[in-house]
């Protein structure tokens, strides 16, 4: 059986997420307000809506790469994450890298939604890591 994504709207004009297509990994979001981004700058934009996920898993929210190849539009923090516990309404950071101003109009798709599973692990202190072949080699050390 399919995980249910309870959503809450607290805003009447709110939207619920949405996939463009069947099978789409991603759940559109919805801006629940209008606001202009000048170049270079950033706002936290409301979706009017709070959920409540499936247990064992985070949102992680996305930018749309129609907006960052049209208008240099994306999320600040992306990832961003969504915690299984939290219930305050979902917000997206957005950021204009573009050089003009970009408006956010209500009810625009303005990031997505994917809900991943999470692994809980405890936490172990030790002097003694199990080796590898990499070891500490990182950073382009494998070449270009
Ligand atoms: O793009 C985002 C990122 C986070 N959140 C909400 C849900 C998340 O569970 C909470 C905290 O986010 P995060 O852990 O990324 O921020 P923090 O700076 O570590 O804050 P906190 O101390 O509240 O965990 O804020 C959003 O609505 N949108
Ligand atoms: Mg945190």
Do not use: C, W
């Not at 759940?27 to 064992?56: C, F, H, N, W």
């Not at 930018?63 to 961003?80: D, E, F, I």
Request: proline share 6%.
């Amino acid at each position: 059986m399919q995980p249910t994504l309870h959503v809450k709207r607290i805003h009447e004009d709110a939207i619920l997420p949405e996939r463009a297509h069947e099978g789409d990994a991603g759940l559109d979001l919805y801006a629940i307000e209008r606001k202009e981004l000048k170049p270079g700058e950033s706002a936290l934009i409301g979706t009017g809506i709070q959920i409540a996920l499936p247990e064992g898993t985070e949102a992680q929210v996305r930018p749309r790469s129609g907006l960052a190849l049209k208008h240099s539009v994306t999320v600040l923090n992306s990832p961003g994450t969504i915690d299984e516990g939290y219930r305050g309404e979902v917000k997206i950071i957005l950021i204009n890298h573009g050089k003009e101003p970009f408006i956010v109009e209500k009810e625009m798709r303005i990031a997505q939604m994917v809900i991943a599973p999470i692994l809980f692990v405890n936490v172990s202190e030790t002097n003694d890591l199990s080796e590898t072949i990499r070891a500490e080699k990182g950073f382009g050390s494998s070449g270009k």
